[in-house]
């Protein structure tokens, strides 16, 4: 068993933040809400401004926008072109090339993904997620493989979803600069 | 509806794109049509009697090398679980990769079989019942396949335990396929039609179905 007793919520406008040393959990917790996992006994539930109540994981998918340890873009396709799939697929507006613009890649918009580095990748996802127009933002390792720009642009772009009334749940090891409540998972007793 | 289509054309673009699965089905397909009349030998009369058969044969194993990618490769680089999340059903999400995977394989394999079926010397009256029959029953294998896709996603080398899984699910498909061919040679009213139809309509009717159950299961992991 990972976690028992684990209670929190997160209210519009709020980004939590997940710590915890490795193989505490954060990933399964995230994966949890997002519906991936069922969790073995407890209720995860998304309530909305309408008072409606969401409790299984497919309704909770809906509500999800996803970035994880993996970037999630095909290597033979460029970021132009992943990048307007999602907006399709999703039935998201679609300001392409703002957003390829907003993570730096305007210079690499045509390459396929395969010629990108690690970094540019998370950039690439960064845009995918700032496109979506998902109420929750799951983010597993945000910072990984950035540079010190990229660290400031994922705080920023955070900030910004929490503005418009988002919310965020954030699985980090690093300081990701931002303010919010935080949950430490791990420190087990037993 | 459009993400349906958008994901259809996705998977389309990915597998005719350079490294994609398409042209090597088709390459395949051809390479094992064309070394069979070589291996049996100038029995023009052999040749045509067995041409359905091989054909089948080999349309069902060119599928097959393709067959596990299907959600294999959207898993190893997290897409899958971006297609899972979107507004589709997960079942939507199988059956429009079912659909790619048969537009880019089954489809060109029935378009190019005729002209394989001239390597056996497929007597003329063979020809429509070989196109028919790979058209009508190539959608099954694409359906059948993608539960066993699914149910190898996370299985170290699933794609040698993928024919073990699914060519015995197949085989009615090749029964009837190939036994259409044969019945319209030697001129019998047959009815493997009706029955190849009827096998591969309930295979795509219930396979995203099951398809989408095994990638849930196999998300967990």
Same mark, same amino acid.
């Given at each position: 068993?990972?976690?028992?007793?684990?209670?929190? *919520?997160?209210? #519009?406008?709020? #980004?939590?933040?997940?710590?915890?040393? @490795?193989?505490?959990? !954060?990933?399964?917790?995230?994966?949890?809400?997002?519906?991936?996992?069922?969790?073995?006994?407890?209720?995860?539930?998304?309530?909305? @401004? @309408?008072? %409606?109540?969401?409790?299984?994981?497919?309704?909770?998918?809906?509500?999800?926008?996803?970035?994880?340890? %993996?970037?999630?873009?095909? *290597?033979?396709?460029?970021?132009?072109?992943?990048?307007?799939?999602?907006?399709?697929?999703?039935?998201?507006?679609?300001?392409?090339?703002?957003?390829?613009?907003?993570?730096?890649? *305007?210079?690499?918009?045509?390459?396929?993904?395969?010629?990108?580095?690690?970094?540019? !990748? !998370?950039? &690439?996802?960064? #845009?995918?997620?700032?496109?979506?127009?998902?109420?929750?933002?799951?983010?597993?390792?945000?910072?990984?493989?950035?540079? #010190?720009?990229?660290?400031?642009?994922?705080?920023?772009?955070?900030?910004?979803?929490?503005?418009?009334?988002?919310?965020?749940?954030?699985?980090?090891?690093?300081?990701?600069? &931002?303010?919010?409540?935080?949950? *430490?998972?791990? @420190?087990?007793?037993? | 509806?459009?993400?349906?289509?958008?994901?259809?054309?996705?998977?389309?673009? =990915?597998?005719?794109?350079?490294?994609?699965?398409?042209?090597?089905?088709?390459?395949?397909?051809?390479?094992?049509?064309?070394?069979?009349?070589?291996?049996?030998?100038?029995?023009? +009369?052999?040749?045509?009697?067995?041409?359905?058969?091989?054909?089948?044969?080999?349309?069902?194993?060119?599928?097959?090398?393709?067959?596990?990618?299907?959600?294999?490769?959207?898993?190893?680089?997290?897409?899958?679980?971006?297609?899972?999340?979107?507004?589709?059903?997960?079942?939507?999400?199988?059956?429009? +990769?079912?659909?790619?995977?048969? =537009?880019?394989?089954?489809?060109?394999?029935?378009?190019?079989?005729?002209?394989?079926?001239?390597?056996?010397?497929?007597?003329?009256?063979?020809?429509?019942?070989?196109?028919?029959?790979?058209?009508?029953?190539?959608?099954?294998?694409?359906?059948?396949?993608?539960?066993?896709?699914?149910?190898?996603?996370?299985?170290?080398?699933?794609?040698?335990?993928?024919?073990? =899984?699914?060519?015995?699910?197949?085989?009615?498909?090749?029964?009837?396929?190939?036994?259409?061919?044969?019945?319209?040679?030697?001129?019998?009213?047959?009815?493997?039609?009706?029955?190849?139809?009827?096998?591969?309509?309930?295979?795509?009717?219930?396979?995203?179905?099951?398809?989408?159950?095994?990638?849930?299961?196999?998300?967990?992991?």
């Amino acid at each position: 068993m990972l976690f028992r007793d684990l209670a929190f *919520s997160v209210g #519009a406008g709020e #980004a939590l933040q997940l710590e915890g040393p @490795n193989g505490s959990g !954060k990933t399964s917790l995230l994966r949890a809400i997002a519906g991936f996992l069922e969790p073995r006994a407890g209720i995860i539930r998304i309530r909305t @401004n @309408n008072g %409606q109540s969401h409790s299984s994981g497919e309704e909770r998918g809906s509500f999800i926008g996803w970035l994880g340890h %993996q970037d999630g873009a095909k *290597s033979q396709l460029t970021p132009r072109e992943a990048l307007s799939f999602q907006s399709r697929y999703y039935g998201d507006a679609a300001p392409v090339d703002e957003a390829l613009g907003r993570v730096g890649l *305007s210079r690499v918009s045509d390459l396929p993904v395969q010629y990108l580095s690690a970094g540019q !990748k !998370k950039r &690439l996802a960064l #845009a995918r997620l700032s496109l979506s127009a998902r109420p929750l933002w799951l983010l597993d390792e945000p910072l990984a493989s950035l540079d #010190a720009a990229g660290k400031t642009f994922v705080a920023e772009l955070v900030r910004q979803h929490c503005e418009r009334g988002g919310l965020a749940i954030i699985a980090t090891h690093e300081a990701i600069g &931002l303010q919010g409540p935080r949950l *430490s998972l791990g @420190n087990r007793d037993t | 509806m459009n993400a349906f289509l958008a994901l259809l054309v996705r998977d389309m673009r =990915l597998a005719t794109r350079a490294g994609g699965s398409a042209m090597l089905a088709v390459a395949f397909f051809a390479a094992v049509a064309a070394l069979v009349p070589l291996g049996v030998g100038a029995d023009l +009369k052999l040749l045509g009697r067995i041409a359905g058969g091989v054909l089948w044969v080999a349309a069902v194993l060119a599928a097959l090398l393709s067959l596990d990618r299907i959600f294999q490769s959207d898993f190893e680089d997290g897409s899958l679980e971006l297609l899972v999340l979107g507004p589709l059903p997960s079942e939507a999400v199988a059956l429009a +990769k079912i659909c790619a995977h048969w =537009l880019t394989t089954g489809l060109p394999l029935t378009i190019l079989s005729p002209v394989l079926a001239l390597l056996f010397n497929l007597p003329a009256r063979g020809y429509d019942a070989l196109i028919a029959s790979l058209a009508l029953g190539t959608p099954a294998i694409s359906a059948i396949g993608a539960i066993g896709a699914g149910l190898t996603l996370t299985v170290r080398r699933g794609g040698l335990i993928l024919p073990l =899984l699914i060519l015995p699910l197949i085989s009615p498909a090749v029964i009837f396929g190939a036994g259409a061919i044969l019945a319209s040679l030697d001129g019998l009213s047959n009815g493997a039609f009706p029955l190849l139809g009827a096998f591969s309509f309930v295979a795509v009717l219930l396979s995203p179905f099951a398809a989408a159950a095994a990638v849930r299961l196999n998300l967990q992991g």
